[in-house]
């Protein structure tokens, strides 16, 4: 979302949230609660995308609006509604229907502590005439207040509690990537419902058009079709906000970045999870969205649900907030060991709630997922990615790249017309982003341009061009473009350490043999043969993949010789020159 659309989003919301006035609330509260009067209790709460009010009943005398008090009486009722802020959001009435559907779902499914759902509209025969949700009052902190500072006990006894929500997610799975929605009944069911986010969101509201590419009965069957879908919606954000680039460098950096986070994708997505699980995601999961008593740590609620769905397993992460890090800080050296001891003491807390499930669903378990990302690695990075793009550039810097290895030698080559196809038409999109951004800076600094741009409607953005439409078709059909490197480097390693494994394992059970020791060693001689045989399996597999891998090595010569000559002065030149010859094949396949 550009900086124009988001000054015109925060004050048309602002004048929105205004205008719910306390006597329509009240009025509201009492015809949901059997007429019964009540009073606004304290100021009006606001985040980024919804309103709320405090609302307190009481049967006794005077206990109406005129009895307004800074606190609640004993025994009095409370509720709070909350209100969708309407000019910040595309699809508010969706969005609020999966949010009830999912809550009423976790309190039937789970014990996940949710607020109880009281009442709810979604149409204006109410007093305030705008969409509601009405849910009990919480009393409690919110954890981002108490985050900081905390013991290891304390971190301990939180830790365990958030595993228990995290195995508990894990165990809702469901056939498609999706989300919950609300039936004619109000119960919850899981239909063709698409999943729902705050980058989706804010990109409709933008004007860049994302539901053309996922209408609201999308679902998605596999999760390779998902990061597909997102990475589409990454690339269009690109092509249609109009401050997406700072300056002409970093134009080149990211559009170069989101065709390497591509082709990423392609590795990170693990075979087996594919076509499922899938499992309920938060979508959210911060702190501030996290309740806890005021005198301990016990959690009592988690809160806005607006964006929970179903999604792959392998996007069930372990929050970023552990170590109240930011998340570039995370990839860094020193931030990683930091949040690796955290991590660590987190996925022994998951661990510890699985063992205590009584019927665990079939399927690898989360904590063996984790631990596979122990540390803020390459995989732990795409994953954070996806869930949040606007970190794709960093990510893609700082953890796909060889450590010290510069990056612009690979934009240069990548805008270098003899070898991409593409290169006029993606320096021309470059030099475009340039003069957008211009022109929003132009307007930001003239007060008076700024005063015009909000006081008339707001403007939908120009149809994509056909430039435009040929770079979002090439990218979406060269999506798998990163496989076949993925592929020829595992092909490699497989073949050097499945000669190691095979050897060396023929030789010990050669050795027992001799030495007739097999008896009294069976466990040993068993685990020696499975090495053997791992050996075996992967020199199978290497010379697979091998046969592939041969017709790339082809290709790259006959069309790219001096990139598969590779590059003087590295330890392994063929091996990079081979990689960014793939990258460069990549990207002429855009054309």
């Known amino acids: 979302m550009d ?29 949901l609660n059997n007429g019964r009067p009540c009073r606004v209790l304290g100021k009006m709460l606001h985040g980024s995308y919804n309103s709320c009010r405090t609302v307190v009943f009481s ?36 969005k609020l229907r999966a949010e009830i559907a999912t809550m009423k779902y976790l309190a039937e499914r789970t014990t996940i502590p949710v607020p109880r759902v009281l009442a709810y509209g979604f149409g204006g025969d109410y007093p305030t005439g705008v969409p509601f949700v009405a849910m009990e009052y919480i009393e409690g902190d919110s954890l981002l207040d108490r985050l900081s500072g905390l013991d290891d006990e304390g971190r301990t006894y939180l830790y365990a509690q958030l595993a228990d929500m995290f195995v508990q997610l894990r165990e809702q799975e469901f056939p498609p990537i999706g989300a919950l929605t609300l039936d004619d009944e109000g119960a919850w069911r899981f239909a063709r419902n698409r999943p729902l986010s705050i980058d989706f969101s804010n990109a409709q509201v933008d004007g860049q058009c994302p539901a053309d590419f996922m209408p609201p ?18 690339v269009l954000n690109y092509l249609r906000q109009r401050d997406r680039a700072g300056d002409e460098e970093n134009a080149r950096n990211q559009l170069v970045a989101i065709h390497q986070f591509r082709d990423a994708l392609s590795g990170w997505i693990r075979p087996e999870y594919n076509g499922g699980p899938f499992v309920l995601t938060h ?16 959690i009592v609620a988690v809160i806005d649900w607006e964006y929970s769905h179903t999604a792959p397993l392998q996007l069930l992460v372990p929050p970023t907030w552990l170590t109240a890090l930011p998340m570039e800080s995370l990839l860094s050296r020193k931030g990683a060991v930091e949040y690796a001891e955290e991590l660590r003491r987190l996925t022994d807390a998951v661990r510890a709630a699985e063992q205590k499930l009584l019927s665990p669903v079939a399927g690898p378990r989360l904590s063996e997922v984790w631990e596979r990302s122990v540390q803020p690695t390459r995989s732990f990075g795409i994953a954070h990615a996806l869930l949040r793009r606007c970190n794709i550039p960093m990510v893609c810097w ?118 007739k020791q097999l008896g009294p060693r069976l466990v040993r001689d068993a685990a020696m043969g499975a090495i053997a045989l791992v050996g075996l399996s992967c020199l199978i597999l290497a010379r697979c993949w091998r046969v592939r891998d041969l017709e790339l090595r082809r290709r790259v010569s006959r069309d790219y010789p001096s990139c598969a000559k590779g590059r003087a002065g590295r330890r392994h030149p063929r091996r990079q020159g081979r990689t960014l010859a793939l990258y460069v094949i990549s990207a002429r396949d855009m054309s």
């Open 59 to 94: 049967d006794a005398d005077g206990g109406g609006q005129a009895a307004a008090a800074d606190c609640p009486r004993p025994g009095e009722e409370k509720w709070i509604i909350r209100f969708p802020t309407l000019p910040r959001l595309a699809y508010p009435v969706e």
């Open 217 to 234: 009965d999308q679902t998605f069957e596999s999760t390779s079709e998902y990061c597909g879908s997102l990475m589409t919606l990454e």
């Open 398 to 515: 700082t953890h796909m790249q060889p450590p010290g290895e510069p990056h612009e030698p690979l934009v240069a080559r990548f805008f270098d017309p003899a070898h991409n196809g593409a290169a006029g038409r993606l320096e021309r999109l470059v030099l475009r982003k340039v003069e957008d951004k211009a022109r929003i800076r132009a307007v930001l600094a003239n007060d008076a341009a700024v005063d015009e741009v909000l006081d008339r409607p707001a403007s939908p953005l120009p149809p994509l061009s056909t430039e435009d439409v040929e770079t979002l078709k090439a990218f979406v059909e060269g999506f798998t473009g990163g496989e076949a490197f993925v592929k020829g480097f595992t092909g490699r390693f497989m073949r050097g350490r499945g000669w190691h494994w095979l050897v060396r394992g023929w030789a010990w059970i050669a050795s027992l043999v001799r030495t």
């Open 283 to 298: 979508g959210d999961f911060l702190p501030g969205n996290i309740m806890v008593e005021h005198d301990s740590l016990r």
């Open 3 to 31: 900086d124009l659309t988001s000054l015109r989003m925060y004050a048309d919301g602002f004048f929105f949230m205004i205008r719910i006035r306390d006597p329509a609330v009240c009025a509201l509260a009492s015809s």
